[in-house]
């Protein structure tokens, strides 16, 4: 079984609808991320998380929210999906004390 | 947050050492340089990290100057598999990741 769980892995919406993308892990690390990936381009942050009550926005968090339900759960949410949010996201988890990140296999999106 | 500089795509002979360069001009004292690298869509996979030191591992090679104003990733025989964007970052509290280089290697 993956480290880093994404589901679902992928999706189609239409636009307006509420979609929630969930992230699970078994390394017990404290920290998660919510990374958005887009066609020829970087990773950009959206959300991370340093333990089960903090929550702190990323580089590009405007139509996103998420959710620390516990440490091994860390969901994105689209309130009101819109086509330029099509794209491949990813979760990603880390220790505060270790050296790397482990990365999900990714979610792509889709919004028509 | 420092920031990193890397040129936008490079090509490597099959079996030559691939050399990646990133410059860091604005890293603190305490921050580690790290690199990271993506093949196609998949996500992104560790490969090594150093803070002042030259760091070796089983996949690479990491040459920080004197300065720690830069630093170089080598892979000392590239395949084609080694074919993916590389990813060098200064870590922040958060991994910030920029556009990386495009790493071709070709037979």
């Known amino acids: 079984d993956a480290d880093v769980t994404q589901t679902p892995r992928n999706r189609i919406t239409k636009t307006g609808k509420r979609i929630m993308l969930e992230c699970s892990q078994t390394?017990?690390?404290?920290?998660m991320y919510w990374y958005r990936q887009d066609p020829g381009l970087g990773l950009r942050l959206i959300y991370y998380?340093?333990?089960?009550?903090?929550?702190n926005k990323g580089e590009i968090s405007d139509g996103y929210s998420v959710s620390r339900q516990a440490q091994a759960k860390f969901s994105l949410s689209l309130e009101s999906a819109i086509p330029n949010q099509t794209a491949l996201y990813f979760c990603?988890?880390?220790?505060?004390?270790?050296?790397?990140?482990?990365f999900g296999q990714g979610t792509r999106l889709t919004v028509v | 947050d420092a920031k990193t500089t890397q040129p936008t795509s490079m090509d490597c002979a099959e079996g030559r050492a691939a050399n990646l360069p990133c410059n860091h001009s604005?890293?603190?004292?305490?921050?580690?340089v790290y690199w990271y690298r993506q093949i196609h869509s998949q996500g992104p996979q560790y490969i090594i990290h150093?803070?002042?030191n030259n760091e070796t591992n089983e996949m690479a090679s990491l040459i920080i100057t004197e300065d720690r104003k830069s630093s170089t990733l080598i892979l000392p025989h590239a395949t084609l598999r080694d074919t993916a964007v590389y990813y060098c970052?200064?870590?922040?509290?958060?991994?910030?990741f920029g556009a990386g280089t495009i790493l071709r290697v070709k037979s």
């Open positions: 990603a988890t880390s220790d505060s004390g270790s050296t790397e990140a482990f």
């Open positions: 998380s340093f333990d089960v009550k903090d929550i």
């Open positions: 604005t890293i603190s004292g305490n921050e580690y």
């Open positions: 150093g803070l002042k």
């Open positions: 970052i200064v870590r922040p509290p958060a991994l910030v």
């Open positions: 390394k017990g690390h404290d920290r």
